[in-house]
């Protein structure tokens, strides 16, 4: 145990004129900090250090002396020293400012505003004239034959004055008339048409009239719960704005006039009624994401569910059919169904297990030629009969397969027809591959 003396030998020793000033000065800053007011230099003559004063703590009565150990300690009064003679700095303000809901309001006022005034001059109104023939039964001094007048909306596509439709509004036109947001009027005519999709593309003739094209967007990358913009002419009362939400994705829908299906289709709740066909979906950009074709409806009126066509896929066939008039799809000849946890247990498969089954397989085709099995066996789910036993296709060329709706998106969107694709499947219960080179789709 070491003696009082000695620890008065080791405080002297250590608190030297310098040093006692810095320990003047370290306080005061404690102090000043503890009470919210910036530190005043310590009163007396200016003290510049040319070494480093010695810690504070060795100053401590209780601290062990160890005075070798003190002289080579690194200092830790030099900072709190120096800073003494600088006032604290004021804290710092938040980066981010709160806003009032008149502000939020007001800013998607100005967004909402915005894009309409940009896209409308993209946006068409078409009046069709189609004839109708109303047979030998006509009343005398009638003509045979009748016109009706249908309506719908669409959207310029490029500079050339090329504008995209449904093509359900243009079919048989004897006459078609755009009407732009500005009130002029131009006669288009049909340059080419696509059942399967659903798309038509009409051309202004007059060469003077070139509304400027809408911006496209990327369909894949849309989810659910976003902004969805609808634009139109419904009713034929002028064009007007309506928005809601993606409501879902994947939807599949079934053009009236053709055999297949239309994969990937966008459902949201952006009010849409009969004059909206054909007109743009658009994204929190402005940014052209579907193009509206159905609406699912007990009325005939929206009734909060709309079914939007996805650009992805037109941009496939829109400029096929400005070039080539139509569109040439790959296509398997299989009939089949998505794979849920009762076809699943019917197959004798693991609950999880996902794909398409294959029911049914057309003659001479490529399915058939690449040796792909149908269902061979009926079996009873829910008091309904089913096919099973077919092959369940999980995936195509490394992209996996979860329902038919995965295998109609792939096969149109990454296929042509000629390529050759390798097709994973569950052959009773086993996986094995099958190669598939894509025919051309028949006509209707």
């Known amino acids: 145990m070491e003696s009082k003396s000695h620890r ?12 006692f000033l810095t320990v003047l000065a370290t306080a005061a800053l404690i102090l000043a900090l503890a009470c919210g007011q910036p530190s005043e230099p310590a009163a007396g003559p200016t003290v510049v250090e040319l070494t480093p004063p010695p810690p504070i703590n060795t100053v401590a009565p209780a601290a062990p002396a160890q005075p070798e150990a003190a002289e080579t300690q690194e200092p830790q009064a030099t900072e709190p020293a120096l800073a003494a003679a600088e006032p604290t700095p004021a804290p710092a303000q938040p980066l981010v400012q709160e806003l009032t809901a008149d502000q939020i309001t007001a800013a998607h006022d100005a967004i909402m505003s ?19 023939t109303v047979g030998v039964n006509v009343p005398q001094g009638m003509p045979n034959d009748l016109f009706s007048r249908a309506s719908g909306s669409g959207f310029v596509w490029d500079d050339q004055g090329h504008v995209v439709t449904n093509r359900h509004v243009v079919e048989s036109a004897e006459r078609i008339v755009v009407v732009l947001s500005d009130g002029t009027q131009a006669d288009a005519e049909i340059v080419g048409q696509d059942p399967d999709s659903d798309l038509a593309v009409i051309k202004i003739t007059d060469d003077s009239v070139r509304p400027p094209p809408l911006t496209l967007g990327d369909s894949d990358t849309i989810r659910p719960g976003q902004l969805a913009v609808a634009i139109g002419d419904p009713f034929s009362r002028g064009f007007s704005m309506t928005s809601g939400v993606i409501s879902a994705l994947g939807r599949t829908i079934s053009p009236s006039e053709s055999n297949f299906a239309i994969p990937r289709v966008i459902q949201h709740d952006a009010a849409t009624n009969p004059g909206n066909s054909g007109g743009p979906l658009l994204n929190r950009k402005g940014e052209l994401v579907g193009i509206n074709a159905q609406i699912i409806s ?4 929206f009734s909060g569910v709309g079914l939007a066509i996805p650009v992805n896929l037109a941009k496939l066939v829109i400029p096929a059919l400005i070039t080539e008039g139509h569109y040439e799809y790959p296509y398997i000849g299989i009939r089949g169904t998505s794979v849920g946890p009762d076809i699943a247990m019917a197959m004798e498969l693991p609950p999880d297990t996902r794909g398409a089954l294959v029911l049914a ?28 036993g077919g092959d369940v296709i999980i995936d195509i060329d490394g992209t996996a397969i979860r329902s038919m709706d995965d295998l109609l998106a792939y096969v149109v969107e990454h296929t042509r027809p000629g390529d050759t694709s390798v097709f994973t499947v569950l052959r009773d219960g086993a996986e094995t591959t099958v190669n598939i080179t894509m025919d051309a789709r028949p006509t209707q």
Do not use: N
């Open 361 to 388: 397989i057309g003659t001479d085709s490529a399915a058939s030629r690449g040796g792909l099995r149908a269902s061979d066996r009926l079996t009873v789910i829910d008091g309904t009969e089913v096919p099973i």
């Open 298 to 301: 007990q009325t005939g009126a």
């Open 8 to 19: 008065y030998r080791l405080f002297r020793a250590t608190l030297t004129p310098g040093s």
């Open 114 to 132: 915005g894009m309409y005034e940009r896209a409308v001059p993209s946006v068409v109104g078409l009046r069709v004239i189609q004839p109708v």
